[in-house]
């Protein structure tokens, strides 16, 4: 069974204070693995896609890096707005196979 | 364009009723699904489709219907509403593959059954 565990649950941050949001993941034959961030009230919005280990992603101060079991979401002198939940999900098996999304970690960034 | 839109976005059910909650969207996408997401739980896949007329079961379908009738709707039916199906409903679409553009998700539903 595939399984996507995110760590820590949450997590409280000072403004500019770096760190970095883990998911290590069990499947068997990963395709994919990918990042949401959630606002409260609303869905998930897409922000990286990684394939292979080794592979990295950024936009502004996030950076995702993926190794052969799991993957880090690091976030560089976060802001305020940064705050949200983080979702991390994998797709295994074959191209019709929907994702499987951890618990996701909650961020929040105090000013 | 609005993306994937979700009707309606707040309901209170008694336990024993029904009711259909939709998802409409506008991207051509092929494949859509619905997930549920509860408190310590993460999100959980209900139903999914990949394509008009084609529809399979996720990893908690018991007590749901779905179906998909146009390529641009999804329709999640709940037939005699539980207690334990109180949550915040969403549906997510895409194209096949996903990789590139992942999936786009609705606003939600949010449902209390008492």
């Known amino acids: 069974e595939d399984q996507v565990t995110q760590s820590p649950e949450a997590l409280r941050l000072q403004e500019g204070e770096s760190s970095s949001l883990n998911c290590s993941y069990t499947?068997?034959?990963?395709?994919?693995l990918f990042w949401y961030r959630q606002d409260p009230g609303k869905g998930p919005e897409f922000l990286f896609t990684?394939?292979?280990a080794g592979e990295e992603k950024e936009k502004e101060r996030l950076k995702a890096t993926l190794t052969k079991k799991e993957s880090f979401l690091h976030i560089t002198a976060p802001k305020p707005e940064d705050s949200a939940t983080y979702l991390c999900?994998?797709?295994?098996?074959?191209?019709?196979?929907?994702?499987?999304f951890g618990k996701g970690t909650r961020l929040s960034v105090i000013a | 364009n609005a993306g994937v839109t979700q009707t309606p976005k707040f309901r209170v059910l008694k336990t024993g009723q029904s009711m259909t909650l939709l998802c409409a969207q506008d991207?051509?996408?092929?494949?859509m699904y619905w997930y549920r997401q509860d408190p310590g739980m993460g999100l959980r896949l209900i139903h999914y489709?990949?394509?008009?007329?084609?529809?399979a079961k996720g990893e908690v379908p018991d007590g749901y219907n779905v179906s998909r009738l146009k390529k641009q709707n999804f329709l999640l039916g709940l037939e005699s509403a539980a207690p334990s199906q109180t949550s915040v409903y969403f549906c997510?679409?895409?194209?096949?593959?996903?990789?590139?553009?992942?999936?786009?998700f609705g606003s939600g539903t949010r449902l209390t059954v008492v």
């Open positions: 997510a679409s895409s194209f096949p593959g996903q990789g590139r553009f992942g999936y786009t």
């Open positions: 499947v068997s034959g990963l395709r994919g």
């Open positions: 990684l394939y292979s």
């Open positions: 999900a994998v797709q295994a098996g074959g191209g019709n196979t929907p994702l499987v």
């Open positions: 991207m051509n996408h092929e494949y």
């Open positions: 489709s990949v394509g008009e007329g084609t529809t």
